[in-house]
């Protein structure tokens, strides 16, 4: 038997560090993952952690998995951690009702999203931002006001990337409000194809490397989807245009940080520095911190990321920049 030890803190770099481990353990016939020293759990590092070990579980069909020390882990436990890798301990992901200060560890169905719009005969992004809207309240214990907004704008956008480009059958989150450190961490995750595929149809791209794509991702007007040639549909504010991940990230980055995987590689963003990291993950998985301190006017925030990221825009694409679809840069009732 080989044991494996949980890292006792789940910070962003010891959790990369432990699942970038996991594919260089020694070859055994049975694993024991031990959780007695494991403590601080985050949104982010649970569920990427969560989803690390069911797909190691899954590499090795024929050895068998246990897991020790783990029955007074009650915070993990409610949120869905164990049940989430295939352990048959707390509840299920999205059993727990969740609270003021957070949501649990909860997966959606893309079909679901797209069988709820097409009985509404809607687009799935107005399905999106409606459910990204009652994320945020239910975070916040607030009915409106620029957080919820902020929040919405945040969740919506990484979710609709999920949809439109990543070819994942699920969107996984959870979220953590700390009113007392003015902190609000979200954490999506798919096990699509990651972003370096969901860019590869813009021809005006040159993408040597799952690096070079996340950083391409990251700037302003940049899509798979949407690029010179392609015909800009009348009256379709759902049009991606290559602003979401843009917009999110300086939202992140006021005061907060943004961190995003994609396959085997990852970025992490603060106001001062951006940092390459590397891991070992099966699609794209997003951390969100925003500081609420610095979120105060949701309209003129997004309006000086807005002008921000087209001049920005006009630079990269030497002065035939993207129009940003209204969409990626305003709630759908902000037009309506």
């Known amino acids: 038997m080989l044991e494996v030890k949980v890292p006792q803190n789940l910070s962003l770099t010891n959790t ?9 353990l020694d070859d ?41 020390d783990y ?17 048959d301990f707390g509840n299920s992901p999205g059993e727990a009702a969740g609270s003021s200060t957070y949501i649990p560890l909860t997966i959606i169905e893309v079909s679901d999203l797209q069988d709820e719009a097409a009985n509404m005969f809607t687009h799935i992004g107005d399905i999106i931002e409606n459910k990204t809207e009652e994320i945020a309240k239910v975070l916040t214990r607030q009915k409106d006001g620029d ?4 929040l919405t704008f945040s969740i919506r956008e990484i979710m609709r990337n999920v949809v439109e480009h990543s070819h994942s059958d699920i969107i ?47 700037l302003p007007g940049v899509s798979g989807k949407m690029y010179k040639g392609v015909k800009k549909r009348e009256n379709d504010h ?11 990230s300086r939202i992140c980055r006021n005061g ?5 995987a994609s396959n085997d590689k990852s970025l992490y ?36 990321y807005r002008t921000e990221g087209y001049e920005s825009a006009k630079r990269f694409t030497k002065n035939n920049a993207l129009e940003a679809s209204v969409a990626s840069t305003m709630l759908t009732r902000d037009f309506k």
């Open 28 to 68: 055994a016939d049975h694993y024991d993952f031990n959780f007695k020293n494991l403590g601080l759990v985050e949104p982010f590092t649970m569920a990427y952690v969560a989803n690390e070990l069911k797909r190691y579980r899954k590499s090795k069909p024929d050895c068998k998995f246990t897991a020790s």
């Open 172 to 218: 996984e989150y959870c979220a953590q409000y700390w009113p007392s450190k003015n902190l609000v961490e979200v954490a999506i995750l798919d096990t699509g194809r990651g972003i370096k595929e969901g860019l590869s149809n813009n021809p005006f791209l040159t993408i040597n490397s799952e690096r070079d794509a996340l950083h391409l991702a990251l």
């Open 238 to 248: 759902w049009q991606n245009s290559g602003f979401g991940l843009y917009m999110t």
């Open 16 to 24: 990369l560090n432990f699942c970038n481990k996991l594919w260089n």
């Open 269 to 304: 963003l603060t106001s001062e520095q951006k940092e390459d990291k590397e891991c070992n993950y099966h699609g794209t998985a997003l951390r969100l911190r925003i500081d609420t301190r610095s979120i105060t006017t949701y309209k003129e925030m997004l309006d000086t």
């Open 147 to 150: 957080l919820v907004d902020t």
């Open 71 to 87: 029955k007074h882990k009650s915070y993990p436990a409610h949120m869905g951690f164990f049940k989430a890798f295939g352990l």
């Open 256 to 260: 907060g940080n943004f961190f995003i």
